[in-house]
């Protein structure tokens, strides 16, 4: 149908950048195209997950990529299926290609010319995107032996994640991809002017979310503009269609007289888009059915399908169709219908029987972490009680294994609820093996490590463990892993209220005694803000799924054009962490360690200050932002090779301090590495988050629960986690954190900053609870820290474990890829995070034993 195909895809271009107000207004040549119908407009459903890489393979070979794209995303290799430009390449088209180097990777050896640029420098606005267009007049007027234009822009996407998608940098940003579009479209219509058919595609390779990122399964996110210039425009006026994302392989395919890519599950609407004879459009439909139906038949009872039904009634009306001479026009729109529902029956099924498991890894998976948490759970020594145990557990073992292997049913998708009575029995047999599994194992009392000795908190010391398992259990529902925050959220505030209904329950008993009474009213009024700050930090940020839209307080600071409410709200954090710094520090080196966090302080301040998050200094001269950024590391550096030395002075009179100082050390530069990462309003967080920590710590003193501070460090870690604004969609993540003070793309620094910022307050809460554990016990504190390493390590096993559990019985849920998936990725990421501080901090117990002992 055409000689010449353009396609620009702009990244993380969403449907209201081209249908709402701001497209009208930033876009208005591309919204007059529209209205004129100059411009056919489908709405394009993306399928999850919206990072750039597997929308790419999905928009060239029609199939929907696996969700372990997400990682590959970062380290893209060669499609090696077929695609739509290896059918061009084949069939003597020639291509060119300018803009994302993803691309490149993907399709080496396909272009005839090509200029990449990095994507995951999201700092740059300008520069990646003016890469492309200058390479415009020239591909478009001198070198016209291209048949195939592909152009992918990246500074939308780019604004999105450092400033989100209401930043007046949205509108420069679309007015400029306007402009790039009436220039290739005012060609584009010389073209077909000269009977040298063209078209030209614009469409968006994902959205964005409100929060600027991307990756879940949002409207936002998942609802992209697909705009086709050049081409007849079938559709009915002020009306468009809707399409998959997988439908456009297909489409260009025929649009360009090539095969349909053999893995194609996509159908085609070039029926939209030219005026198709009748012969043809039918024979079009024809063969992208056969070619999807060679798919569809390899399923198991394909035929009592609805999908294959309506595949057979369109074969048979066609076929009649054609052996009639005069051709009816009658029946063809019934042969349409069918074909067309015989597709998108067909494609449905596919992309949900497209996955396949390795149950039995899975299950050996599962079994591991079982045993690995009874392991954690034990308070003795690692060895069996009696040699009949073990061989008992050897036996329990084997039988286990042969039930999950020869009876289990690993397709069945509701086995727990089968009504089969042998099926049902199989799996309550296997559940009870791993149980008595388990429990031989780990061959102790369990109780010890939750409870407390104290009778007086009967009731509430269950509070901890019962919270955590029904969290744990909790993950069972896609809305519990949307929602996570409120969970947290609510176990949050009912510790808060037991502690608080304690002590005054305890303030009312002893009024008449006045040296109690001042105590518990000052533990009473502590709780109260406490209360009060959470009431007002859970509305920094909107997160979840459901409610992320809901204004917020970071969201109101950010609209202010005086940006007078982030300035003070960022020097008040840099204030409250210097203090904070400065009453922990010894003595002699107060004042030194008071001017080195001044200038870091100064430097966040500075770096915040050129994306024009706060206020500018009046004198201040012009910066990008890096030079204040390789200034903080400077004085990193030189902090490290500071304490270094006090160390070693230290070590020579006190072998005892060698562990608490190294980790007062660690715990300093973890604070300022995430203020100087973290979006500004986020900074006031970290100095919250000791202060919280210290005046819970008090309250459980004065109140004697000290077998519980492990649990309230793992839980007070989870709802900073959440008042950060994070959540179980991979929108959330703030790639700009990654870029701070970096113009190229290192994967190992990127990704390591990535995950500071991320996890930054489940990590400090750690290091807090290990930090007061050496301040409040001088004897056996290396002992103690171990107990409460495997406590800590336990709780955060727990839910990874229950979950993956869950997850293998929801495998075929809906939500298995856009929610039950991202959140194992978080859950598996955090506790990877979580055991690597661990095995520091044991190796500096190590150490400091082996000090001890060469000074003895």
């Known amino acids: 149908m055409v000689k010449r195909v353009i396609i620009m895809v702009i990244d993380a271009l969403r449907w209201d950048f081209i249908t709402g107000s701001i497209g009208k207004v930033a876009m208005p040549i591309t919204s007059s195209l529209i209205a004129n119908s100059s411009a056919c407009l489908f709405q394009t459903k993306v399928h999850s997950p919206t990072v750039t890489m597997p929308r790419i393979k999905a928009i060239t070979t029609g199939v929907i990529p696996n969700f372990i794209d997400v990682v590959l995303n970062f380290g893209s290799k060669p499609v090696t299926s077929d695609n739509i430009l290896l059918q061009v390449t084949k069939y003597g088209y020639k291509s060119v290609f300018y803009g994302d180097e993803t691309w490149l990777m993907l399709f080496p050896s396909i272009f005839k010319r090509y200029d990449g640029t990095t994507s995951f420098v999201v700092t740059d606005f300008t520069e990646v995107d003016n890469n492309i267009t200058r390479h415009l007049h020239k591909e478009l007027y001198d070198n016209t032996d291209w048949s195939v234009m592909i152009l992918h822009y990246l500074g939308l996407d780019h604004i999105g994640h450092v400033h989100g998608p209401f930043s007046p940098l949205i509108k420069t940003k679309l007015n400029e991809m306007d402009t790039v579009i009436r220039k290739i479209q005012t060609k584009i219509k010389e073209w077909n002017q000269n009977n040298d058919s063209s078209l030209f595609i614009i469409c968006g390779d994902h959205g964005m979310k409100d929060s600027g990122g991307h990756g879940g399964s949002t409207i936002s996110e998942t609802i992209v503009p697909f705009i086709a210039i050049g081409a007849d425009c079938m559709q009915n006026e002020n009306h468009f269609t809707k399409i998959d994302q997988v439908d456009i392989a297909s489409t260009l395919s025929t649009v360009l007289g090539i095969p349909i890519p053999h893995c194609n599950l996509g159908s085609v609407f070039s029926d939209s888009l030219y005026n198709l004879s009748t012969s043809k459009k039918l024979y079009i439909l024809y063969y992208n059915a056969k070619q999807v139906f060679n798919h569809f038949q390899k399923l198991m009872d394909y035929q009592s399908e609805y999908a294959y039904k309506k595949y057979i009634e369109a074969i048979k009306l066609h076929s009649a169709w054609l052996n009639t001479k005069d051709h009816p026009n009658d029946m063809t729109d019934d ?109 102790s009392n369990y109780t010890n490590f939750f409870m407390l000795k104290n009778r007086e908190y009967e009731i509430r010391r269950w509070l901890f463990p019962l919270g955590t398992v029904i969290h744990a259990i909790s993950l069972g529902s896609s809305s519990f892993v949307e929602e996570e925050h409120q969970t947290w959220y609510f176990l949050w505030v009912t510790f808060l209220a037991l502690l608080l209904y304690n002590s005054a329950a305890k303030l009312y008993a002893r009024l008449g005694l006045n040296y109690k009474q001042y105590s518990f009213a000052e533990t009473c009024i502590k709780i109260l803000l406490l209360l009060i700050g959470h009431r007002i930090l859970r509305k920094l940020n909107s997160t979840g799924d459901k409610y992320a839209h809901l204004p917020d307080i970071a969201g109101f600071l ?299």
């Open 558 to 856: 950010v609209e202010q054009e005086s940006m007078l409410g982030m300035t003070v709200i960022l020097i008040i954090a840099l204030i409250l962490l210097i203090w904070l710094d400065f009453t922990h520090e010894e003595g002699k080196y107060k004042k030194q360690s008071l001017i080195i966090n001044v200038i870091m302080g100064m430097c966040i301040y500075f770096r915040h200050m050129h994306n024009n998050s706060v206020n500018k200094l009046p004198l201040y001269p012009q910066s990008r932002g890096l030079y204040e950024v390789q200034i903080f590391w400077v004085l990193l550096a030189i902090n490290f090779f500071n304490y270094t030395y006090r160390l070693v002075l230290t070590i020579q009179y006190n072998q005892v301090i060698f562990l608490k100082t190294t980790l007062y050390f660690i715990v300093r530069m973890w604070i300022m590495i995430s203020a100087m990462i973290h979006q500004p309003h986020n900074v006031i967080l970290l100095p919250l988050q000791i202060i919280f920590s210290n005046v819970i710590r008090a309250i459980l003193q004065n109140n004697n629960i000290q077998q519980i501070n492990v649990f309230v460090y793992v839980w007070m870690g989870n709802v900073f986690y959440f008042y950060q604004g994070n959540s179980n969609s991979l929108a959330t993540i703030d790639v700009a954190a990654g870029y701070v003070g970096i113009q190229s793309y290192i994967p190992l620094v990127n990704g390591s900053l990535l995950i500071i910022n991320t996890y930054s307050a489940s990590v400090l809460a750690c290091l807090l609870l290990i930090h007061q554990v050496l301040s409040q016990y001088s004897y056996n504190s290396c002992e103690i820290i171990m107990q409460i390493s495997k406590t800590y390590i336990t709780c955060k096993l727990l839910p990874l474990a229950v979950y993956t559990i869950i997850i293998s019985i929801q495998r075929h849920h809906l939500f298995i890829w856009s929610v039950f998936s991202p959140k194992l990725l978080y859950e598996a990421v955090h506790f990877f995070v979580i055991c690597i501080i661990i095995f520091i901090i044991l190796i500096l117990i190590m150490l400091q034993k082996i000090i001890n002992n060469c000074n003895r």
């Open 335 to 443: 042969i349409t219908t069918s074909y067309k529902t015989a597709l998108k029956g067909m494609k449905e099924l596919l992309i949900n029987n497209m996955i396949k498991y390795d149950f039995h890894i899975i299950t050996v998976a599962i079994f591991f972490l079982s045993h690995i948490i009874c392991i954690l759970l034990r308070n003795n020594t690692y060895t069996l009680s009696s040699p009949k145990s073990t061989i008992l557990l050897i036996i329990l073992n084997i039988v286990l294994w042969i039930a999950v292997n020869h009876f289990w049913n690993f397709e069945d998708t509701s086995l727990l609820f089968s009504k089969n009575l042998i099926s049902f029995l199989i799996v309550l047999f296997i559940i009870s093996t791993l149980v008595i599994n388990c429990c031989l194992l780990a061959n």
